[in-house]
């Protein structure tokens, strides 16, 4: 089974895709973010997607909430005072005055190396693009709704209003015309990056080292840039100033393909239980 | 909650306090509805049951045999609308058998699916037929695709990212097993006729016990912090109550096993034991991606462990 989850690598994919090309990705770097929600609605527009409502959440600017079926960029903004408390928590004493910092974050679909949302779904309808994204083939979707809980980011989730899964192509139209991707065209800051994965991580590591040598943003970290995690490395990955839980984001991933084969094993144990406790009380009894 | 070397991990190792986005789930929970957990227990069920055809019989217990393979037919009738109803595009059911792929354990699953339901349509067909043979052939393949039909829902929510569900993976298919097992033999106990229902009985009580047992062994695996949804909220209701029910099977099961009705009222309480502890998985698996710490909490030990 471990065989199993090396085929499902987005490298060994594109390898045998017929027209591969070089993995594009984004590399979201957040200290540049101002929260403009440009590439939210950029998004909407391009991909013909409806608005999640008109609700308020409380939750700073974010009323998006979420990364869902028909949300697939959301920025999560995060204030946090000088004395380490949240505006929320620090009601009150009211040290508004006594600014810290924002912490602003553009989220996106990972299109993971290894996919946990393309290996469950039992028809194939999300596949790996000669670009090495991860999409969801609309016309073979059926709704079964097995890749909302195996996501690692709860990124993809069904969407009631025509009953398929969605989530981010990375506007995959546009990349078939040579165009970029409309949130990273949006992004008047250019925190949002795309372009082709290698060049975009070495240009990552250039400004991580920048930002440290500078010494502003000693607490920056490039978060699924690397290759030796649980999801193999992401095609979209960022610049975090802080822990991952704070923005929303699992500090350890892992795609759940991983474990299957173990998984497998148990469950042939359990089912060799079953006939056995099943022959033992027919043959422990005369009828 | 364990880590990836199976070593459980102590809550108390964790940070006590979680960072959280305004406490909002990391991982989305299923959006499975009630037809769901209730085709996990009615499957596996009817997996369990076509064990238990084979078994009596190739002991000369006809009756009991019958009872179970109509309970088995009776399943597969029962649980491809279900499944079909909770799908989203629901005419692109057939979809699920466009391909077969071995990383998707509902791919899986829908073909052992298939030929379960085949087998046991089929052997039903060829009994009406007077064919007994190839009815008794049919049976046995059954007979095979059971026990993965009843122990593969096991792998399918365990294979997520749900917390409660994927750091149960070890236990959780005992736990489905026993829930089949459990509820096979109450069918048999409550229909079969008394002369041939003892093992039936005795399958039943012993997978009652089974339940119970290995519900004990998969809490031990998730330790303190991951087996909480299983003890609080909705889970925890619901595993209590499949654990009343199972032991209120067990005793009058064994007490009244002269009685006809109280064997009966035995065999219903184990079988709602079994239903319900579907529906308890089910829940807790909600819960546990509902709230953020139980994700970060269960990866902070991991990479703590790893380092």
Wanted: with cysteine; net charge neutral.
């Amino acid at each position: 089974m471990s065989d199993l989850y090396d085929d499902t690598a987005a490298e060994r994919e594109m390898a045998t895709h017929p027209q591969a090309e070089a993995r594009k990705g984004f590399f979201t770097d957040t200290t540049l973010c101002i929260g403009c929600k440009a590439c939210e609605v950029a998004c909407k527009e391009w991909n013909q997607l409806p608005a999640d409502g008109y609700s308020f959440t409380g939750h700073s600017y974010d009323n998006t909430g979420e990364l869902n079926g028909s949300t697939w960029r959301h920025v999560a903004f995060v204030e946090q005072l000088r004395n380490g408390a949240t505006p929320q928590e620090d009601e009150q004493q009211v040290v508004r005055a006594d600014a810290g910092r924002w912490l602003m974050e553009s989220d996106v679909c990972k299109h993971c190396t290894h996919a946990a949302c393309l290996d469950v779904c039992p028809t194939g309808a999300l596949v790996r693009t000669e670009f090495g994204t991860v999409f969801v083939q609309q016309d073979v979707c059926n709704g079964c709704g097995y890749c909302v809980p195996a996501c690692p980011f709860g990124v993809i989730d069904k969407r009631e209003y025509d009953g398929h899964a969605g989530k981010c192509t990375l506007c995959y139209d546009r990349l078939q015309d040579g165009e970029t991707p409309s949130c990273a065209k949006a992004c008047p800051t250019e925190s949002i990056q795309y372009g082709d994965l290698e060049e975009l991580r070495t240009r990552a590591d250039a400004r991580l080292e920048k930002l440290q040598r500078e010494g502003r943003y000693t607490d920056a970290s490039l978060y699924l840039r690397d290759t030796d995690n649980g999801i193999g490395g992401a095609g979209a990955f960022f610049l975090l100033l802080d822990k991952p839980e704070v923005y929303g984001l699992p500090p350890d991933p892992f795609d759940t393909t991983r474990d299957l084969g173990r998984l497998w094993k148990h469950a042939a144990y359990a089912a060799l239980a079953l006939v056995g406790v099943t022959a033992l009380a027919a043959v422990g009894t005369r009828r | 909650m364990s880590t990836t070397d199976g070593r459980p991990v102590d809550a108390a190792e964790t940070a006590p306090t979680t960072a959280s986005y305004y406490g909002r789930p990391i991982v989305k929970p299923h959006v499975w509805r009630w037809y769901i957990p209730l085709y996990f227990w009615i499957g596996g069920t009817a997996g369990a049951a076509a064990v238990e055809c084979v078994c009596a019989r190739m002991r000369g217990a006809h009756a009991l045999a019958t009872v179970e393979k109509r309970a088995a037919l009776l399943g597969v009738l029962v649980a491809p609308p279900l499944l079909i109803a909770d799908l989203g595009v629901k005419l692109r059911f057939v979809n699920m058998l466009r391909v077969f792929k071995l990383t998707s354990p509902m791919s899986v699953g829908s073909w052992i699916l298939t030929g379960f339901g085949g087998a046991i349509a089929a052997s039903t067909l060829a009994e009406l037929l007077g064919w007994e043979r190839t009815s008794r052939a049919l049976e046995v393949v059954a007979a095979g695709f059971g026990p993965p039909l009843a122990v593969y829902t096991a792998v399918l929510v365990a294979d997520t990212a749900t917390p409660a569900w994927h750091e149960a993976g070890d236990t959780l298919p005992f736990v489905f097993a026993a829930s089949g097992m459990a509820s096979a033999g109450a069918i048999g106990a409550a229909f079969a006729p008394p002369a041939e229902s003892r093992s039936a009985r005795q399958l039943m009580i012993g997978g009652a016990i089974a339940l119970l047992a290995a519900g004990r062994a998969m809490d031990n695996q998730l330790g303190e912090l991951l087996s909480e949804p299983y003890r609080i909220g909705k889970g925890g209701s619901l595993r209590r109550a499949s654990a009343t029910c199972a032991l209120a099977g067990i005793v009058i099961g064994t007490l009244g096993r002269k009685n006809r009705t109280a064997t009966r009222f035995a065999a219903a309480c184990v079988a709602a034991a079994g239903m319900i502890e579907r529906f308890a998985v089910t829940a807790a698996g909600t819960q546990s991606a509902e709230d953020p710490k139980y994700t970060v909490e269960s990866q902070r030990a991991r990479m703590q462990a790893r380092d």
